[in-house]
């Protein structure tokens, strides 16, 4: 069976829908960054998606090639997520999309090291015809954080961001944005099958005691 990270670290993954705190390892990601609005057609958020699928793709399915990479285990894609701030704002403002900096990431299984990500970035390449230049390899340590998870709409997390604070404070921390720590989501639905109101989607943030 097919190694699901989702179900293996739930406590990262699938957060209740009240807030807990905890300290998220470092963990190693294909990231592609960017800016701009993510719902616009043809955007380099769009982009960015599908260059991350692509090379998560070619390196679950490397094990039906001639390539094979050490430590190899078959694993079901982790969700994708995001990495999200604006300039000059102290978390997002979700009113001026426009302005967003993000990074969107992927997570990469430990046995992929930074040689065989540029194998798949080029075999990615070579077989699909994508390009994947913007593709990194990212390993990011959060460390301390808060999370919770939403259901609804994107544009309905200020709701939950003012719950997750209220639980804080209440808890003797506050918030920690840094241009290194980041408003963090995790999206466990696709939204091209899933009704608005029924999205999910972990909401992570850095914290640090009062």
Known sequence: MAF???KEYKEYYLPKNRPSILEIPSMNYIAVRGSGDPNEEEGAYKKAIGVLYAIAYTIKM???GDHRIEGYFD???PPLEGFWWQEGVHRVDLSNKSSFQWISVIRLPDFVTLEEFEWAKQETQRKKGIDCSMAEFLSIE???CVQVMHIGSYDEEPTTVA???QYIEEQGY????????MHHEIYLSDVR???QDKLKTVIRHPI???
Not at 174 to 181: A, C, G, K
């Open 4 to 6: 699901d990270y989702k």
């Open 62 to 64: 490397s094990k039906m």
């Open 75 to 77: 694993f079901v894609v």
């Open 142 to 144: 959060e460390g301390l």
């Open 163 to 165: 719950f997750m604070d």
């Open 174 to 181: 506050e918030n920690d944005f840094s241009d290194t720590r």
């Open 193 to 195: 099958k899933v009704a």
């Open 208 to 210: 640090k005691r009062k």
